[in-house]
């Protein structure tokens, strides 16, 4: 369920592509998060702190940062992985929830370099949390990506962080973890393999589909088709809407799928249930400690209708910030 794909050299701009695949609506609206707003770890452990950058993120059920980008132009996003583990909670370790955890790098930092070096001083954990609606305790990994390339895949296996970091790893799926989807791909012509280049849904055979398109994208003439471009690589990796299957109740399909600009400030959010393409730029957005937060319904009937498309920076309302769920004691 879901992929993301970087696309570093977009005349110029560095675009990063991603699909939300689920077996149901997370009731996904974005938000606009200024500076200055006071959070806490989610688990009444020590980590208290106030965003250092404004960001535009996309929620989950309004309680859970998925994907998005901050005004410095580092973009995260998370993704299942089956084989996710986090450990016993280690009191001595400071922590996040699943909640929260992406939302801390986009409050912090600015480059993917700074935030890898923050999980390798602190040993931070994340504690996963039950949905509340249906108790489901999501296993996922996160993906790190700013304006200059760089990437980071960031997995917890045996409680610990693993973090792939290099610029050179472009795309992540899901199962199986990250070090086993490298040596597959290996095996795909055009990667040193002899295989042909894989056409179903599953994790591995998106991830041999999407590294091979991204590498042969032509050269955009500007953003307009830098956008066109990576959309056309991510429809390609997406799930199609299909029949449910009583031995795969979970089976996923794309529900949405977002385009970041992390050059130009430009985060744009497709809906596969609704008529309009949106998009949001980050310079046209008030960041400024104090400032309001923003809601931008995409669940309500204007945005079923077709009421909003195209640039809706103007469009959010004042709002409260997003707020995180958090461990129940």
């Not at 208290?48 to 989950?60: P, T």
Request: glycine share 10%; proline share 5%.
């Amino acid at each position: 369920m879901c992929t993301r794909v970087i696309w570093p050299d977009a005349a110029g701009a560095v675009l990063v592509g991603r699909n939300m695949d689920y077996h149901r609506d997370t009731r996904t609206n974005l938000w606009l998060l200024p500076r200055g707003i006071a959070r806490t770890d989610g688990v009444g452990g020590a980590l208290h702190w106030s965003a250092e950058y404004g960001s535009v993120v996309a929620g989950a059920f309004d309680m859970m940062t998925v994907d998005g980008m901050n005004e410095a132009g580092l973009a995260g996003h998370i993704l299942w992985l089956a084989e996710s583990d986090y450990g016993t909670r280690d009191e001595s370790r400071p922590a996040l929830s699943m909640a929260i955890w992406l939302q801390y790098f986009l409050d912090n930092h600015a480059t993917v370099a700074d935030a890898v070096a923050w999980i390798a001083e602190t040993g931070v954990q994340v504690v996963p949390l039950g949905d509340p609606e249906t108790g489901e305790v999501p296993t996922v990994h996160l993906a790190l990506d700013d304006a200059g390339g760089d990437s980071a895949i960031i997995e917890y296996i045996g409680g610990e962080a693993t973090v792939w970091h290099s610029r050179d790893h472009r795309v992540m799926t899901n199962s199986p973890t990250y070090d086993q989807q490298i040596e597959l791909l290996k095996e795909i012509e055009g990667f040193g393999g002899t295989a042909p280049l894989p056409g179903s849904t599953g994790a591995v055979d998106r991830f041999a589909r999407a590294a091979y398109y991204v590498g042969r994208l032509p050269e955009p003439k500007g953003e307009v088709e830098a956008v066109a471009g990576m959309f056309s690589v991510m429809r390609n990796v997406a799930q199609p809407f299909r029949i449910p299957d009583p031995d795969k109740p979970n089976a996923s399909q794309t529900i949405w799928q977002t385009v970041a600009d992390l050059t130009n400030k430009r985060y744009v959010f497709d809906s596969t249930t609704r008529p309009n393409i949106v998009w949001v730029d980050l310079d046209k957005l008030d960041f400024a400690e104090g400032a309001p937060a923003g809601k931008l319904d995409l669940m309500g009937d204007v945005a079923l209708e077709g009421g909003l498309a195209g640039n809706v920076s103007g469009r959010f309302e004042e709002t409260a910030p997003l707020r995180f769920l958090e461990l129940r004691s």
